[in-house]
């Protein structure tokens, strides 16, 4: 029964396979991106490969393909899955994406299946990476993902993470917020008179979001090595590790 009701108040799908949260995403696409271009440099600079080396990386949640992008840009023989279950994140992905056809191949998954990793993905694949959507899944699913991703890694092959995380106390929770209120002086207003969409976006942004140091964790507890917190701001963090060699 706790299931039936949580499943009811699980608006994710409805958010992202919606026409609305789409056009909603791509409307503040401009100003997200220039605030996260650097810490998606970070990704793309954490992987361990030449700059003309061919090589296929996933992208679990890709969207319009922002993170897979800038990865494309730095290698020039990389070639993209994105992995993403919203069609319309789909279809504007594929209008963004025109300069690089060849280069990726969109494919259907739902990260909330179990085992349900689509064959375009290769087994092994040489990297995975996944931005601002594994916050999006329950905690049972976070951990089984990430056991999934090890076992679908070549050996030596990178999981990178960059996601908003929880505080894990109020005292950080109060100075994230003084931070961040200092450099957007709107932010407290916009906090205290959510419109009713806005009020469903936030929910659904921090429905299954959890502090950092359960998901290292799960990271570790998966077989990863070379855990670490690559990059911190606040409430934002790049992590991950890699599949053991041998
Ligand atoms: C906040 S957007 C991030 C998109 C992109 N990774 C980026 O960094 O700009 C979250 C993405 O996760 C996708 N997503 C959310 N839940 C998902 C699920 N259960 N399975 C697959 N994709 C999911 C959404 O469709 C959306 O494209």
New binding site residues.
């Given amino acids: 029964m706790a299931d039936i009701e949580d499943a009811a108040e699980d608006t ?1 799908a409805a958010v ?1 396979k919606s026409d609305i949260g789409v056009s909603f ?1 791509k409307s503040t696409a401009s100003d997200r991106e220039r605030r996260r271009a650097g810490h998606r440099e970070l990704m793309a600079e954490l992987l361990p490969f030449d700059a003309a080396e061919p090589f296929t990386f996933a ?1 679990l ?4 393909g ?2 897979a992008r800038t990865i494309l840009d730095h290698f020039s023989g990389a070639h993209a899955i994105l ?4 069609p319309q ?1 789909m279809a504007q992905g594929a209008l963004e994406l025109e300069p690089y056809t060849g280069r990726y191949t969109y494919v259907e ?4 299946q179990v085992g349900g990793w689509p064959a375009q993905i290769p087994d092994p694949v040489d990297a995975v990476i996944s ?3 594994v916050h ?2 329950r905690d049972e699913r976070k951990q089984t993902l990430f056991g999934e991703i090890i076992a679908h890694l070549a050996p030596g092959g990178w999981y990178l993470n960059y996601d908003p995380v929880m505080p894990p106390d109020p005292v950080v929770e109060e100075a994230w917020l003084r931070a961040g209120d200092r450099r957007d002086p709107s932010a407290a207003d916009k906090r205290a008179h959510r419109s009713p969409e806005e009020h469903l976006r936030y929910e659904n942004h921090v429905r299954y979001m959890i502090p950092l140091e359960p998901q290292l964790g799960f990271l570790r507890a998966a077989g990863f090595e070379g855990v670490d917190v690559y990059w911190k701001e606040l409430d934002y963090v790049i992590y991950g590790g890699r599949r053991p060699r041998a």
Avoid: I, Q, R, Y
């Fill in positions: 994710n992202w995403w992208d949640g890709a969207g319009t922002a993170a992995a993403d279950f919203s994140m998954f739902d990260l909330t931005s601002l959507s999006h899944l």
